[in-house]
């Protein structure tokens, strides 16, 4: 900003035979400003549009159908009953947060472990190697890997753990934590690379190895950075629908075990809301586990942002 | 769209037109029969359209479903020829059909349904029972396990009942309640619940405790199709399409088309051409029972 407030009085001032141009330019330049300023905004737009879409849609069903109660700590979930329909998200809630949970057990040490060796224990054509290879695996749809979780993990988690089924918790979570590891790895690298090399250098200096320098100065250095990384891999995770969809087992109940198959919020929704008529109760109950969702990734987001900013603060 | 255009024109007319459907509609000596009604026969009756198109061009099938109640209300408005319902006529919809001073709908047989319940192939059930499936899938059965129900499974950690289920809009997930749970019943929940019938196959072939259900059609050899009793300790049916033709089988119901009183004129054609061989032949293609 300040910038550009510099370069206008420049231009007012410059000799008469550059005015025009210069005149022209800074019409394009305000076009270019406007366009780029437009840009910046739709986000905050695109969000509350959305927001207001799918709260305007379940508000009715909110308002006055709705038993907060019910909704929100009973386990049963009936939108089609015939005599006693239901909207409790209990079970739903508990297996998004048990499959992110399970998700993010397995991708934090994983993602930080990576993140760290590339950022401090490799260098040259291994460390761009690996940055390349775990954006790739960022790019690997979602539906693959849901694939992958029928066909490879499936029969693999039935042999090994004697379970009778292999679509449920363990599946999601391994699935869902692969794919929360590029996130964690390329947020945690540049937080890490962040720390400057004074620290390194000063704690090499001062006797630590590389390991003690490590785990003493730059994990409590970038912490803020590491810990948004987690939680932006936290947040890939609860909102993740192919993948579990195909790989969680689709079951309605809070699971006492991982080798437990649930559903998750996500999965209810892209199940269940193409064959419900528009404006039905149903309908607009699966708008309000929009919501929920919607508040539960906000708060995610939101803090992973707060402790960013409290980061760049210091 | 009642513009006159000689000649070849025409044709690049409609070929402009076509996204607008007009050309149909120009075509004045064409008969529109409208079908409306069931999801679960929705599929059934786009096949019979299209396939009916080739046999009389002159008349044109317009299919749509949003569920029985919604094809057999259409009918009472008169908005319909012909309404799909995979259920009965309730008296009321009888009731209001006096009222609006229409002469009695006319129910026709066009297809039966089945659901076959699966086990694992080295499951020994011999056979169970209605009552038996309702305590295994219905909510406040108690039966979790399959020594419960007095059947050991070979292959099966502790017994336990794996119920692979359908999500909620499927039509055989609604059946499966109507039939088995009963008008008022509702599903146990911990089900796994699959998005399609064959998902649902391939699970129960792999998986030694699960139990399973599905249309007639996705029956197989690598898995065992349970012989079920309408009462306890009654003699068990096999489901095939001659028990499910003939009513014997538990598990079944007809799929019907209604009319204003009897059919008539291309509405009476279509109907016997659907219960022809030709006709009858694409209800088993769609995983149906033929009547015929």
């Known amino acids: ?314 | 769209m009642t513009i006159i255009v000689p000649g070849k024109r025409r044709y690049l007319l409609c070929a402009g037109l076509i996204v607008l459907a007009a050309c149909s509609s120009s075509n004045s000596d064409r008969t529109v029969l409208q079908n409306k009604g069931s999801d679960t026969l929705v599929n059934v009756a786009q096949a019979w359209a299209e396939n009916y198109s080739r046999v009389k061009t002159d008349v044109a099938v317009v299919v749509s479903g949003g569920g029985s109640g919604t094809g057999i209300a259409a009918l009472i408005n008169g908005k319909v020829d012909i309404a799909n319902a995979s259920r009965e006529m309730k008296p009321e919809e009888h009731e209001s059909m006096k009222k609006n001073g229409l002469i009695a709908a006319v129910q026709h047989t066009v297809a039966r349904d089945a659901i076959v319940v699966f086990v694992h192939k080295d499951n020994p059930a011999a056979q169970l029972s209605v009552q038996q499936l309702a305590c295994v899938y219905g909510e406040g059965g108690k039966c979790s396990t399959w020594t419960d129900l007095g059947i050991e499974v070979p292959g099966c950690a502790k017994q336990e009942i794996i119920r692979i289920s359908r999500q909620s809009n499927s039509g055989t997930y609604v059946f499966f309640r109507e039939t088995v749970l009963g008008k008022t019943g509702d599903f146990k929940l911990g089900s796994r619940d699959m998005q399609g019938s064959k998902d649902v196959v391939d699970l129960v072939t792999h998986t030694p405790c699960a139990i399973g259900y599905s249309g007639m059609g996705y029956a197989n050899e690598k898995l065992k199709s349970v012989c079920v009793s309408a009462n306890d300790g009654g003699a068990c049916v096999t489901p095939n399409a001659e028990t499910a033709a003939s009513g014997v089988y538990p598990i079944a119901r007809g799929l019907y088309m209604y009319t204003i009183g009897e059919a008539e004129g291309a509405a009476k054609d279509y109907l016997d051409w659907i219960l022809s061989p030709a006709g009858q032949a694409i209800v088993t293609q769609s995983g149906f029972i033929p009547v015929n």
């Open chain 1, 1 to 314: 900003m300040t910038a550009r407030q510099d370069v206008n009085p420049q231009q007012a001032t410059s000799p008469p035979d550059d005015d025009r141009k210069a005149r022209a330019g800074s019409a394009l330049e305000r076009v270019i400003e406007f366009a780029i300023k437009a840009s910046g905004f739709s986000a905050i737009l695109f969000v509350f549009a959305i927001f207001f879409f799918v709260f305007s849609t379940a508000s009715e069903f909110i308002f006055e159908k709705m038993d907060f109660v019910e909704f929100l700590t009973s386990p049963e979930w009936y939108p089609t009953s015939l005599s006693n329909k239901r909207y409790g998200t209990l079970a739903l809630l508990a297996g998004t947060v048990s499959v992110t949970g399970l998700a993010m057990i397995i991708a934090v040490p994983l993602g930080l472990g990576s993140a760290l060796f590339i950022s401090e224990f490799t260098s040259g054509s291994v460390k761009e190697g690996l940055k390349i290879t775990i954006e790739l695996l960022a790019a690997i749809p979602s539906v693959v890997w849901g694939f992958i979780g029928l066909a490879v993990m499936n029969p693999l988690i039935i042999e090994v753990f004697d379970a009778p089924i292999g679509l449920n918790v363990l599946n999601g979570g391994i699935i869902l934590g692969l794919m929360s590891v590029p996130i964690i790895v390329s947020i945690g690298e540049d937080a890490l690379k962040a720390v400057p090399d004074s620290f390194r250098e000063a704690s090499l200096a001062l006797g630590a190895t590389r390991w003690q320098t490590a785990r003493k100065v730059l994990f409590p250095a970038a912490r803020s950075g590491l810990l948004a990384a987690v939680l932006l891999g936290v947040g890939r995770a609860i909102g993740e629908t192919m993948a579990v969809l195909m790989a969680t087992g689709h079951a309605v109940q809070i699971p006492s075990s991982p080798l437990d198959s649930v559903r998750t919020l996500t999965a209810t929704i892209a199940a269940e809301l193409g064959e419900t008529a528009a404006g039905s109760d149903h309908y607009q109950a699966l708008f309000a586990v929009g919501v929920l969702l919607f508040l539960l990734t906000f708060g995610v987001n939101l803090a992973a942002d707060l402790i960013v900013r409290g980061r760049s603060a210091r």
